[in-house]
Nanobody, 115 residues
């Protein structure tokens, strides 16, 4: 059974930085593409960033240039470095992968950016 566990969320002032981590278990991590999504209160979950097994990255326009996704296959962990945070980045951030054709989600970690 694949499990994803996010950590690193918290409260930060606008302009600040946070690094989120997502530790995976129960999968051959190195072959998985990994992604981060977020869901603000009252809104739909939206794509934030993705990194493939070869290290190719993709970002939502709203975070391009401010967020960086990376991975450490030895630690089975994917990271999201967030800089120049804005109040509109406030959301629950979820780690995601696809395993045997099914979406797998972590429990989420709250990021709150105060103005």
């Amino acid at each position: 059974q694949v499990q994803l566990l996010e950590s690193g969320g918290g409260l930060v002032q606008a302009g600040g930085s946070l690094r989120l981590s997502c530790a995976a278990s129960g999968t051959i991590f190195s072959i998985n593409s990994m992604a981060w999504y977020r869901q603000a209160s009252g809104k739909q979950r939206e794509f934030v960033a993705q990194i493939t097994n070869s290290g190719t990255t993709k970002y939502a326009d709203s975070v391009k240039g401010r967020f960086t996704i990376s991975r450490d296959n030895a630690k089975k962990t994917v990271y999201l470095q967030m800089t120049t945070l804005k109040p509109e980045d406030t959301a629950v951030y979820y780690c995601n992968t696809i395993h045997l054709g099914k979406n797998v989600w972590g429990q989420g970690t709250q990021v709150t950016v105060s103005s």
